[in-house]
């Protein structure tokens, strides 16, 4: 059978299997939407049908939600600043995701959700907003999305690449087809080397894989969080704060059984908890309070009272501030086989970081993080109470951990750089100035 034979066969399969499905995503549309009612709106958008007029051309991002649009975050940065006058496109697919957007940069960039991978969609989408580069930003890989940027002449490149040893396993059944869509790529712009193999195990060329580093390190570090964690402490005294940031529903409970642990010793201690998705900025409230802690919320009071014993933070894009307010944090995903979630970003702010075992969504960081001896990971909820403990008892250990992250993430920064060198011959093309003023 020949290569192109085998592309249609395998892509006839998937886009069958795709169109039985559809009616699937009404129902997990509706099912969400009961826990997040953003999930309810804007439908259009996602089936690919267009209310404004089509645009003449962009540049187009995709981030898939809140963790993808803070890594593509400088990126976009980058280019808003360097190329003033090119339309940009950024799409997610989550509601969350679609907020951050907003927060970040307004109506400097055009918005929508990205459709479902069929090809009638992705088609509408593409003729829509006639990109004329396309930047997807991790490990979106949409076979049918990214063969018709291939018919239609997009070049594309996946950008902060990452792909974990489970989520190779994971395209098991579809590598075939996932394999033969990569090849379309103009290049990928792989976060370490072991993502760059995995990405050429999976189907890409050698040719197409670069490693650029991770974009997470060239984030920017806003010198007003600064004086918020300076009001912070004015506002909360001297008292003891520790952070359990992105925790998931079976972390939740863990949570509340360490803070009753620590508070033992410290009475005054203060748990700010920042749940990873905002349907369970709730639950975790009503957790706190089922557990006799006096608790306060962002949205509510805006500060934590003398009293309160858990501030819930639920409101998004506040997290690195929070940060920054605390002498030690968890970082959830890491105890449950989530795969953790960003750990530049309390390493950025000079928090000691304690995870859970479970980090491989972000392997190289925390290789990267234990080997500078800036992150110490427990093997259960047990241990990460001890560490804790640990540190909030010992002021030279936080400050060494502190140091030592902080000079990781400096050191770490040039991905940025690297990425905007790579697609430069691209913008070039596009007529617009070159990137190499970039400057970090």
């Known amino acids: 059978m020949s290569f192109l034979r085998t592309e249609r066969v395998l892509r006839a399969f998937y886009s069958t299997l795709l169109v039985v499905l559809v009616p699937v995503t009404v129902y997990h549309l509706i099912w969400r939407g009961f826990r997040q009612p953003e999930y309810l709106h804007r439908w259009s958008e996602r089936y690919a049908v267009y209310a404004t007029p089509p645009l003449a051309g962009t540049v187009w991002v995709h981030a898939v939600s809140v963790g993808e649009v803070n890594a593509a975050a400088p990126l976009v940065d980058a280019l808003l600043r360097e190329h003033p006058h090119q339309r940009l496109l950024v799409t997610t697919i989550t509601p969350t ?11 400097r960039v055009e918005h929508v959700y990205l459709p479902y991978d069929l090809r009638g969609m992705v088609r509408r989408f593409l003729d829509h907003y006639r990109p004329r580069l396309g930047l997807i930003v991790e490990t979106e890989l949409w076979p049918n999305l990214l063969f018709a940027c291939r018919d239609q002449q ?40 072991d993502d760059g193999r995995r990405f050429v195990r999976l189907g890409a060329r050698q040719a197409q894989v670069s490693v650029t580093g991770n974009l997470k390190f060239d984030m920017h570090v806003d010198p007003a969080w600064a004086a918020f964690a300076e009001d912070f402490r004015q506002r909360v005294g001297a008292r003891p704060v520790w952070i359990a940031a992105s925790t998931h529903p079976e972390e939740e409970a863990a949570m509340v059984v ?13 748990l700010l908890w920042a749940p990873r998705h905002p349907e369970r ?8 309070l089922d ?50 979630h960003n750990l530049l970003e309390p390493a950025a702010t000079g928090t000691a970081i304690v995870t859970g075992p479970h980090l491989h969504n972000f392997a190289d960081i925390a290789r990267q993080l234990q080997r500078a001896e800036a992150m110490r990971v427990a093997g259960d909820a047990h241990a990460v109470g001890d560490i804790v403990e ?16 902080r000079t990781l993430v400096e050191e770490g920064r040039g991905a940025l750089r690297r ?14 100035p070159p990137v190499s003023s970039i400057r970090q």
Do not use: K
């Not at 995701?97 to 109506?107: A, F, I, N």
């Not at 360490?258 to 203060?270: G, K, Q, V």
């Not at 709730?282 to 706190?288: E, K, L, S």
């Open 390 to 405: 640990a540190l909030l008892a010992d002021p030279p250990a936080r400050d060494a951990m502190a140091g030592a992250a």
């Open 258 to 270: 360490l803070h009753r642990r620590l508070r033992r010793r410290w009475p005054d201690l203060l």
């Open 97 to 107: 995701g679609s907020e951050r957007v907003r927060t970040l940069w307004g109506d």
């Open 291 to 340: 557990a006799g802690f006096a608790t306060a919320t962002r949205t509510l009071t805006r500060w934590p009272d003398a009293d309160d014993a858990v501030f819930v933070i639920d409101t998004l894009g506040e997290l690195m501030r929070y940060y920054g307010c605390a002498q030690v944090a968890f970082v959830g995903g890491s105890l449950q086989d989530i795969g953790g």
């Open 154 to 193: 997009v070049p594309v490149y996946v950008v902060n690449a990452r792909l974990s040893a489970r989520s190779l396993r994971g395209y098991r059944v579809l590598r075939p087809l996932v394999g033969r869509a990569l090849r379309t790529l103009r290049g990928v712009a792989a976060q370490s080397p």
């Open 281 to 288: 900025f709730r639950p975790v409230v009503q957790a706190a």
């Open 419 to 432: 990425t905007l060198a790579l697609v430069e011959s691209e913008l070039t093309a596009l007529d617009l």
